[in-house]
């Protein structure tokens, strides 16, 4: 199978054996085996009927982590069989191409969101060090606070957005709400780090 191809392939046995030889044998949380190489093969050949364009989109099939979908080169990864992973990653694809604008300001906020996550902890650190008056130091803590949930939310609503069209197109909804929980909980934390860390800048 190559490494490259698209989703349309991807809606076909052919495509869904390749799938299936070449990452359904992964044991993690996340793969389903493959067996479920079929259900991924549904799944995509419902959404295509759908929005036949996303059948154009690059698909990468390796082994590691489960999904993502990178706007720039408009692709998708599958390191896993499975179909709540592969309509959440359907789900951002689908949002973001709808609006090439939405997908650039997403990509700067995830961006700066990430930048943000690198320097909270040494820019706390250097607020609390630097500046003495405890309500000035405390104002900056609390717009550095409110700056980094603001940087978050796109992420974080994306990440909402594209699960709720997984689920609503699943045929098992319970599952693929325990297979997404983890991973939405995941981007929760991580966003949410930069604003526990500036407010516990203003207790420390």
Do not use: C
Request: proline share 6%; no cysteine; aromatic share 4%.
């Amino acid at each position: 199978m190559s490494n490259d191809t698209t989703l349309k392939w991807l809606a076909t046995p052919e495509g869904a054996a390749a799938l299936a030889h070449r990452v359904g044998g992964i044991q993690s949380f996340w793969n389903d085996g493959p067996e479920a190489a079929d259900a991924v093969r549904e799944l995509i050949q419902k959404t295509i009927a759908e929005n036949s364009e996303l059948g154009d989109v690059k698909l990468r099939v390796r082994p590691g982590p489960p999904g993502g979908y990178f706007p720039k080169s408009d692709t998708i990864t599958l390191g896993v069989a499975n179909p709540a992973v592969a309509a959440h990653e359907l789900g951002h694809a689908k949002n973001i191409r709808n609006s090439r604008i939405y997908g650039k300001l997403l990509q700067a906020a995830n961006h700066l969101a990430s930048i943000n996550n690198t320097v909270a902890i040494p820019a706390a650190l250097g607020i609390r060090a630097f500046i003495g008056d405890e309500g000035v130091r405390n104002e900056i803590l609390n717009v550095l606070s409110g700056t980094s949930a603001a940087l978050a939310a796109p992420g974080l609503v994306e990440e909402l957005s594209a699960s709720i069209d997984a689920i609503k197109n699943a045929p098992d909804k319970l599952k693929t709400i325990k297979t997404l929980a983890p991973a939405f909980l995941t981007h929760l934390v991580n966003s949410s780090l930069p604003v526990g860390v500036y407010q516990l800048g203003r207790h420390i």
